[in-house]
């Protein structure tokens, strides 16, 4: 493990512009990785990531090494202007989406990984959740079959942690999403399964 202090900063709406390199790095290696599989490709990151600078209420929190380099990255934004898949299971839930902040990818490299920055992450996300109003927070995980032939023997998911942290799964919010996992040649739908919390007072 490394021990090089980390610094978390909080970046909000057009702030994040000069994030969006490094989080377009972090999630095409990240994300490689099972469950994701995501053979990603920086048009598509520029796309993706752009919009949380257009949304003035979103949110990125990165990790800074020592020497200045960006070693994670989490995002979030109201889960009102997030795209139609993402919105469409809470609508049809009957949810009240004005409540809701989104909460997007958390990623840490491996070499920085086990030392509390995803910890840092999941309560600095809700903080400026219940900053900005909202009460409760969700991000969805993808779904993958059991036997799937990717799945490396070791594989742990972060169910526990998720729930350790006062998250519930919510198997009647599922939403699809379209990539191309690594491997294939055409992109395939994937069903994500969110995850709620309500959030209490500070
Ligand atoms: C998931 C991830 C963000 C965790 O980052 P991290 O900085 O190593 O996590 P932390 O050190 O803050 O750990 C927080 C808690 O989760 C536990 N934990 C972290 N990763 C774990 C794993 N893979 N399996 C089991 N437990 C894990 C830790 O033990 C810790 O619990 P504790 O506080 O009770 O000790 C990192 O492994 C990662 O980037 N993974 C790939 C991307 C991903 O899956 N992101 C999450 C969904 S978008």
């Known amino acids: 493990m490394n021990a090089d202090p980390i610094?978390?900063?909080?970046?909000?709406?057009?702030?994040?512009?000069?994030?969006?390199?490094?989080?377009?790095?972090?999630?095409?290696?990240?994300?490689?990785?099972?469950?994701?599989l995501y053979d990603g490709d920086r048009a598509y990151e520029e796309t993706y990531l752009r919009r949380y600078v257009r949304t003035p209420g979103s949110v990125a929190l990165m990790a800074f090494a020592s020497d200045g380099r960006v070693v994670g990255a989490s995002t979030g934004a109201p889960l009102v202007a997030e795209p139609a898949e993402t919105r469409v299971p809470f609508e049809a839930a009957g949810e009240a989406l004005d409540d809701i902040f989104f909460c997007g990818e958390s990623l840490v490299e491996p070499a920085y990984r086990g030392r509390g920055i995803y910890r840092r992450?999941?309560?600095?996300?809700?903080?400026?959740?219940?900053?900005?109003?909202?009460?409760?927070?969700?991000?969805?995980?993808?779904?993958?079959?059991?036997?799937?032939?990717?799945?490396?023997?070791?594989?742990?998911?972060?169910?526990?942690?998720?729930?350790?942290?006062?998250?519930?799964?919510?198997?009647?919010?599922?939403?699809?999403?379209?990539?191309?996992?690594?491997?294939?040649?055409?992109?395939?739908?994937?069903?994500?399964?969110?995850?709620?919390?309500?959030?209490?007072?500070?």
């Open 121 to 202: 992450f999941l309560q600095g996300r809700e903080a400026f959740a219940r900053e900005s109003g909202f009460t409760v927070c969700t991000f969805c995980a993808v779904d993958r079959p059991l036997d799937h032939p990717a799945r490396p023997y070791d594989y742990e998911s972060l169910d526990a942690i998720w729930e350790a942290f006062g998250y519930r799964k919510r198997p009647n919010l599922v939403a699809r999403y379209a990539w191309k996992d690594c491997g294939d040649t055409h992109q395939s739908e994937k069903p994500m399964t969110f995850w709620t919390k309500t959030l209490g007072p500070r």
């Open 7 to 36: 610094d978390v900063r909080r970046f909000v709406g057009a702030e994040i512009s000069e994030h969006l390199d490094a989080l377009a790095t972090l999630r095409i290696a990240i994300f490689r990785a099972f469950p994701y």
